[in-house]
């Protein structure tokens, strides 16, 4: 069992702590058995009052005792000091000496002016003299037996323990009571942290704080400000605004990273006593990595301050929660980015299946739409022949293939900067004029530049109409995604460039007669009809070897071009081979075919220099003939290029 050492005690006033209960307050107690307790001589210069009023309950408690009362009775300290007011006389104060040396009964000597005895009063455990019990007889009298005297002393200590347990009792309780809170509120601290770290979700961390909160401590408001951008379903959490007035106290509380408390008058009543005051904290969300965000606890009008071991645990309470959201945000960022990988991993190989930019585009902007959870994506590409951008990929059906200039809108900013951007609300602050961004209605942008071999070749575009809707995640997630959508472009692009040049004629710049046949064979499997025309340059020998074969080769080009400007659109122009030029019309019959040839036959005549002309046999087929193939088609038109030759050249002749 411990001991307890006492130095003080307390005075009649239930609210008043004297020096002992002060310095009894300073050791930890644990009080299973008051009558275990016992004083020590570290305690025995602070006994005055007790003893005095042990005293006074002795003598109330002896008052049916007559020989008592026929003597005088006195208690003196260790020191030999009296408790009550008074002197001793020489005589009794060597009788009082005697009795502390010898720790015995002590009877005055027979010589003596006064019959008197001194006793001493024992503590209970180690037998330490506390007190010296003095009875002295008034002028005649006699004093009691020995025996009578120590019994009466026996009884003046059980009232002095009496009186010492009475002064002990409250504050015992009080350190009881205090210590049953702590081990309560212990446990209950215990249980909350498990519950908030069994906890692997973010939402439900913040649910258990809020929850804990307020069953430790009912009717209060509370609220979290949290810094950084994560998007809750609870109402009581909103975004910290770091751009509010230094008195906001929970701007305070987040920049000092400890409890702030604020008085203000009640909103509602402010008209009426000034006393009807809210009380409000500001308690840091900490982790071991920064400050996340700040609790805000209102308490009810004229609700009591807290004491200090309250909000030592409203910021225990804190700490553990801001422990427990930064390891649940720590495992969602962890999942996070083990997702956005797999989300690249996917994306590239889905990406790299096609190599039709158009598939590319079209891909891209679904694939966009669904990770970001956009309402809109677009993605520009530069137009280098033509100098500005153009729409390759929309979830805007008209903004296809649309073009605009390269110093116009958010294109042009990450044009000419490189750099990413993102914009929380394009309604507040804007920094150009954006059709896209009004055409959908979008407030929240985010954007960036399209690179490819290390240049700025577009742009990608994703827009919401809700402001704040993009996150620093999907911000650093989009970054990650571009690279991967330009590696596509470039492979779909220079497949496209290496597909044209295995196609193309290099003097020309027509087709070659591999892809024409090609071509021709797509049509005829799907047309109800079509013609070819055959040109050949009249003539082409002698201007080789009048001018040369560059000459011949520039007329070559130059034949080509104006065949080219003078056919549809859809038509398909090949080098046939030397000087012939093969023209196939898709779904055209043989009478348009003949308008056409004659067009690029005055033109060439007039346009060319030095003079050329060309011959023409045409040859058309139709689902009707009996045999459709391409060899079929080129026999007939080359048969009316020969006679067209024959004739004299110059001319159009028909199969």
């Known amino acids: 069992m411990s001991k307890f050492h006492m130095t003080g005690h307390n005075d009649g006033d239930d609210d008043s702590v004297s020096r002992s209960s002060v310095f009894m307050a300073e050791y ?6 008051l009558n275990d307790m016992d004083i020590t001589s570290f305690d025995f210069p602070y006994l005055d009052e007790l003893l005095s009023y042990a005293h006074a309950r002795w003598l109330q408690q002896c008052s049916g ?11 003196f300290t260790p020191m030999g000091t009296r408790v009550e007011p008074g002197q001793a006389d020489e005589e009794l104060q060597l009788l009082i000496k005697q009795v502390l040396e010898s720790g015995k009964l002590q009877l005055s000597a027979p010589d003596s002016r006064c019959c008197a005895a001194a006793l001493p009063v024992l503590s209970r455990h180690h037998g330490e003299i506390f007190a010296v019990l003095v009875f002295t007889s008034r002028a005649g009298g006699t004093l009691p037996e020995p025996e009578l005297l120590e019994t009466t002393a026996l009884h003046f200590r059980s009232c002095f323990y009496q009186q010492f347990e009475c002064q002990l009792l409250p504050t015992a309780l009080k350190k009881r009571n205090s210590s049953d809170r702590e081990a309560k509120l212990r446990s209950t601290m215990f249980q909350i942290a498990r519950n908030m770290h069994d906890k692997i979700d973010v939402d439900a961390v913040l649910d258990e704080v809020f929850c804990s909160i307020e069953n430790l401590f009912s009717n209060v408001r509370l609220t979290l400000f949290l810094s950084h951008d994560h998007r809750s379903s609870n109402p009581r959490v909103k975004q910290l605004l770091l751009r509010q007035g230094e008195d906001n106290i929970c701007l305070r509380a987040f920049i000092k990273g400890a409890l702030v408390a604020s008085w203000n008058l009640d909103e509602e009543n402010s008209g009426q006593a000034a006393d009807r005051t809210v009380i409000e904290f500001g308690i840091p969300l900490r982790g071991k990595q920064g400050i996340y965000g700040v609790f805000l606890m209102e308490l009810p009008v004229n609700y009591k301050y807290p004491e200090q071991e309250e909000l030592d645990l409203i910021t225990m309470l804190a700490d553990t929660a801001g422990t427990a959201f930064e390891n649940a945000k720590l495992l969602e960022q962890s999942n996070m980015l083990n997702h956005e990988l797999r989300l690249i991993n996917v994306l590239a190989q889905r990406l790299n299946r096609s190599l039709r930019l158009n598939d590319i585009f079209t891909f891209a902007v679904q694939e966009l739409i669904n990770v970001f959870s956009a309402e809109h994506c677009c993605i520009v590409q530069l137009n280098e022949e033509k100098n500005c951008f153009e729409v390759m990929g929309c979830t805007l059906e008209h903004g296809k293939g649309s073009m605009f200039p390269v110093n116009y809108g958010f294109s042009s900013i990450l044009y000419t900067t490189g750099e990413p951007i993102i914009l929380a609300d394009y309604m507040e602050r804007a920094p150009t004029i ?5 055409d959908t209605l979008s407030r929240s942008l985010m954007g960036v530049p399209l690179t490819i071999n290390g240049k700025v070749k577009g742009a990608i575009l994703l827009t919401h109409r809700e402001p704040h809707y993009f996150s620093y995640e999907n911000y650093k997630l989009l970054q990650m995604f571009t690279p991967h959508i330009g590696i596509a472009i470039m492979n779909a692009s220079l497949h496209a460039q290496v597909k044209q040049l295995a196609n193309t004629d290099m003097v020309t710049g027509l087709h ?18 079509g ?11 002698k201007i080789n070897d009048t001018y040369g074969h560059l000459k011949g080769d520039s007329v070559l080009e130059h034949v080509s071009r104006v065949i080219r400007a003078a056919v549809r659109e859809r038509d398909i ?4 081979g030397g000087e012939e030029i093969a023209v196939y019309m898709p779904a055209a019959g043989i009478q348009q075919a003949v308008q056409y040839a004659e067009l690029i036959r005055t033109r060439v005549s007039a346009e060319i ?16 003939d009996e045999d459709i193939s391409i060899e079929n088609l080129f026999n007939k038109a080359d048969m009316a290029l020969y006679r067209a030759k024959a004739r004299g050249r110059n001319r159009v002749v028909t199969e």
């Open 28 to 33: 930890p107690v644990i009080l299973p058995d």
């Open 65 to 75: 005792l007559e020989w008592i009362s026929a003597l005088d009775t006195a208690v």
């Open 434 to 438: 954006s059709v896209f961004m009004e």
């Open 512 to 529: 070659n007669r591999r892809y024409l046949n090609a071509k021709i064979m797509d049509y005829q499997k799907k047309d109800v009809c």
């Open 531 to 541: 013609s070819l025309i055959l040109l050949d340059i009249d003539h082409f020998k």
């Open 573 to 576: 122009c090949a080098r046939w």
């Open 609 to 624: 220099e030095p003079a050329v002309t060309v011959s023409c046999g045409i040859a058309a087929w139709s689902r009707e």
